[in-house]
């Protein structure tokens, strides 16, 4: 089991910046992707962003692709996720989220076996 715990969550200003922050520890050998996820209030959880630590590899959801920039540290286990030009519809808890899976670019929450419990980001307009 992998634990994670997100955090610089907040509220800012429409166009303002956040980056948020995720630290995983546990049986960390076994992860092969780590994602970043939101859940607006009333909708799904959709996906934001992953990176595949072999390569490394990124990829993102169009409506962020552009704005927002995951990155990470393998070896401290710990990935960030920039969120630039944040707009009101960027409104929802983050959770970050990990992953042995091999699928190429996987981006179905159903795949990501550890969760963090969310952080926060509002963006006012």
């Known amino acids: 089991q992998v634990q994670l715990v997100e955090s610089g969550g907040g509220l800012v200003q429409a166009g303002g910046s956040l980056r948020l922050s995720c630290v995983a520890s546990g049986r960390t050998w076994s992860t092969r992707v780590m994602g970043w996820f939101r859940q607006a209030p009333g909708k799904e959880r959709e996906f934001v962003s992953g990176i595949r630590w072999s390569g490394p590899d990124t990829y993102y959801a169009d409506s962020v692709k552009g704005r927002f920039t995951i990155s990470g540290d393998a070896t401290k286990n710990t990935v960030y996720l920039q969120l630039n030009s944040l707009k009101p519809e960027d409104t929802a808890v983050y959770y970050c989220?990990?992953?042995?899976?091999?699928?190429?670019?996987?981006?179905?929450?159903?795949?990501?076996?550890?969760w963090g419990q969310g952080t926060q980001v509002t963006v006012s307009s």
């Open positions: 989220a990990a992953t042995d899976s091999r699928r190429f670019r996987v981006s179905d929450a159903a795949e990501f076996t550890s």
